[in-house]
Structures are given as C-alpha cells and as structure tokens.
C-alpha cells in the first residue's frame, strides 16, 4: 500500500516483522512500545509480514499464553492485517532455527524492520538490509520518520 507524499508523489508504507516475543510482551502493558506497534499495524498505519508457519505457531502461541479475551480478539484483528510471505531462501545465521525462520520472513518481504526481544537476533542490528530493531527502538525510529514527513509539508507549505 502507497501513501501520498505532498513533496515526492508517493512513499512506502513502512514494512515490519514481528517476533512472537512481541506480540506476547504486548499484552503485558497497554502502554508498551509493543502494543503501540501492534495498534498500529490493526490500524493499517505499518504493514506486518509472516509466513504462514509462523502466522499459525503465532495464533496458536497466543492462545496458550494469553488469556485475556480483549488482547487476543486484538490479535486476531493483527493477524488479519498480516500479509503473507513464503520463505524461499533458508538463512542460517544465528543458532536457533525459529529465529532464522522470522530472519527468512524479514529477507523476503523486504521489511525495513524486523521487530524483537531476542538478543542473538538483537546482536545482528542489521542483515541484508533490514534493521533488526528492539520494539522501542523501532517506535523511536517510526515517530522520527513521520516526523520528518510533517516537517518537510509544513516546510511545502510555509514556502521554506
């Protein structure tokens, strides 16, 4: 999906994959940065992508651990925002295999960001062009992004 871009004609909607950890630390405080990210892919405002493996072990990881009804209806509103991807290409870069599989999604969807708790994934900071991001890091980033974005169409409009 393309947005308008009063300056250049259209940008890309920021591209992010979620690690499960994420999606589960969500439901811990309604004011984390992981809820944030979480509203905001429900909200249509980033665009999430996993394969369908892992969009199931997500579904199933997240009715074991959560019990909140409200939480998970909120998940299932965030998985059906999910665009799938398939991995092509297997990545073997760090030791645990369900790590390399998101790493795979990240790599095929051309994500700008893969969004996690995990510190061996964490440690990589970037591979083959996708920041590997904490979920603060990564709103910090967003908000900075948009940011610039309102300051170059103020600046269209003010005539700077």
């Known amino acids: 999906m393309l947005k308008t871009n ?3 004609g259209t940008y ?3 591209k992010i994959v979620i690690d499960t950890n994420v999606l589960i630390n969500g439901f811990r405080d309604e004011y984390s ?3 944030k990210v979480i509203d ?3 909200a249509g405002e980033i665009e999430a992508y996993a394969n369908k493996q892992t969009l ?3 579904k199933l990881i997240s009715k074991q651990l959560i019990e909140n009804d409200d939480y998970q209806h909120q998940l299932n509103d965030l998985f059906a925002q999910i665009n799938w991807v398939v991995n092509r290409r297997q990545i073997r870069i760090v030791s645990d295999p369900e790590d390399n ?3 795979e999604s990240a790599v095929e969807a051309e994500a700008d960001y893969l969004i996690t708790s995990d510190n061996a994934l964490l440690d990589l900071n970037k591979y083959q062009g996708v920041k590997i991001v ?3 890091q990564f709103w910090a980033n967003y908000k900075d992004e948009g940011m610039d974005l309102w300051k170059q169409w103020t600046n269209f409009i003010t005539k700077k």
């Open 6 to 8: 009063v300056l250049q």
């Open 12 to 14: 890309q909607m920021t």
């Open 33 to 35: 940065y992981e809820k």
């Open 40 to 42: 905001a892919v429900i």
């Open 56 to 58: 199931q072990e997500n």
């Open 101 to 103: 599989k998101i790493l």
């Open 134 to 136: 904490s979920p603060a």
